[in-house]
T-cell receptor
Framework: AQSVTQLDSHVSVSEGTPVLLRCNYSSSYSPSLFWYVQHPNKGLQLLLK??????LVKGINGFEAEFKKSETSFHLTKPSAHMSDAAEYFCVVTHTGGFKTIFGAGTRLFVKA | DSGVTQTPKHLITATGQRVTLRCSPRSGDLSVYWYQQSLDQGLQFLIQYYNGEERAKGNILERFSAQQFPDLHSELNLSSLELGDSALYFC?????????????FGPGTRLTVL
């Protein structure tokens, strides 16, 4: 069975400060993990994905995530937040050979000027 | 622009009615996924088609059905609509049938059931 938990429903940061969005997963298989972003009234866009290669994954717009098997975590980080980063972020788990995609509940990121 | 198109953008209908949502995948993509996004349930995977055949089923109600046509576009049919079916319905596509591939999402169809 697979599941994904996003530990914060809302995160608020000031512009220029670091961003940390937390995600824990559970999977009976070797997982593939993704982060997607959804801006208001828009569809989802892939930020980055982990599929058993390097554990530190770099994505678009300066985001990165680190796969930590021992902690079953895949937290999303960015060194310096920008106003345009305000959006909802979804952590997603699936696995190689799998077909179902499990989305977390989402974390809404607010960026203050 | 992801290359995935969905029509209509908005749909307002009454309880008990039936509607059809349409999705055209990116050129070259063989898989189509349908999702429902609502405030109380979040983003739920409904169903996936790959090259015309059903590949995976998620939390899709029996009142809902989907199909993928030979030209690879897909339709999601929702019948006997209830107030609780009001949601944003997303279609996504990917090049292959395995869920580890990146999915490209359309802009969504907002369904309002009155």
């Amino acid at each position: 069975a697979q599941s994904v938990t996003q530990l914060d429903s809302h995160v608020s940061v000031s512009e220029g400060t670091p961003v940390l969005l937390r995600c824990n997963y559970s999977s009976s298989y070797s997982p593939s993990l993704f982060w997607y972003v959804q801006h208001p009234n828009k569809g989802l866009q892939l930020l980055l994905k982990y599929t058993s290669a390097a554990t530190l994954v770099k994505g678009i717009n300066g985001f990165e995530a680190e796969f930590k098997k021992s902690e079953t975590s895949f937290h999303l980080t960015k060194p310096s937040a920008h106003m345009s980063d305000a959006a909802e972020y979804f952590c997603v788990v699936t696995h190689t050979g799998g077909f179902k995609t499990i989305f977390g509940a989402g974390t809404r990121l607010f960026v203050k000027a | 622009d992801s290359g995935v198109t969905q029509t209509p953008k908005h749909l307002i209908t009454a309880t008990g009615q039936r509607v059809t949502l349409r999705c055209s995948p990116r050129s070259g993509d063989l898989s189509v996924y349908w999702y429902q996004q609502s405030l109380d349930q979040g983003l739920q995977f409904l169903i996936q088609y790959y090259n015309g055949e059903e590949r995976a089923k998620g939390n899709i109600l029996e009142r809902f059905s989907a199909q993928q046509f030979p030209d690879l576009h897909s339709e999601l049919n929702l019948s006997s609509l209830e107030l609780g079916d009001s949601a944003l319905y997303f279609c996504a596509s990917s090049v292959a049938g395995n869920a580890v591939n990146e999915q490209f999402f359309g802009p969504g169809t907002r369904l309002t059931v009155l």
